[in-house]
């Protein structure tokens, strides 16, 4: 099965740990945790910037696909073929955006194996490890040097 339920889960808009939560509760706001679970869903600044990948390779996919299939496949003049790709360049990364940004974050939880992002994937430890570095121990145990 591997990463085909996480996919279908992500493109539900549902949240990765619970599969249950909306992530959105308008088209593209998203809630600050998951209303379920309470897993929260903006771990740092900059995080969905790598949303922007799925979201260009979605769009020049599809925006390709029906250029050729416009053009050479139902023989639509060239003028209109250029004006529909231009309008679906401009009007598909937006209405895929909420996707895209529910496919990034679910492909971090899942595989996020790193120590150091336990306390956003358990939301439940977060105030214990709130006062930990990176390392993992507590700033008053650390030796000065």
């Not at 990765?16 to 600044?45: I, N, T, V």
């Not at 250029?67 to 401009?90: E, N, R």
């Not at 790193?114 to 993992?136: A, I, Q, Y």
């Amino acid at each position: 099965m591997g990463m085909l339920k996480p996919t279908l889960t992500a493109l539900r808009k549902r949240c990765p740990r619970c599969e249950q939560g909306k992530l959105f509760h308008r088209f593209s706001k998203m809630h600050r945790q998951c209303p379920q679970c309470g897993l929260p869903l903006a771990p740092g600044p900059g995080y969905y910037i790598g949303a922007l990948y799925p979201n260009y390779a979605v769009t020049f996919l599809v925006v390709t696909a029906v250029y050729w299939i416009m053009l050479f496949g139902l023989g639509v003049d060239q003028k209109t073929t250029l004006w529909t790709s231009l309008a679906l360049l401009f009007i598909l990364p937006v209405l895929f955006n909420p996707y895209a940004r529910s496919l990034w974050l679910s492909m971090m939880y899942h595989a996020s194996s790193n120590p150091t992002t336990k306390d956003w994937r358990d939301s439940d430890d977060r105030e214990e490890s709130e006062s930990k570095d990176v390392l993992g121990e507590p700033p008053h145990i650390q030796q000065k040097t």
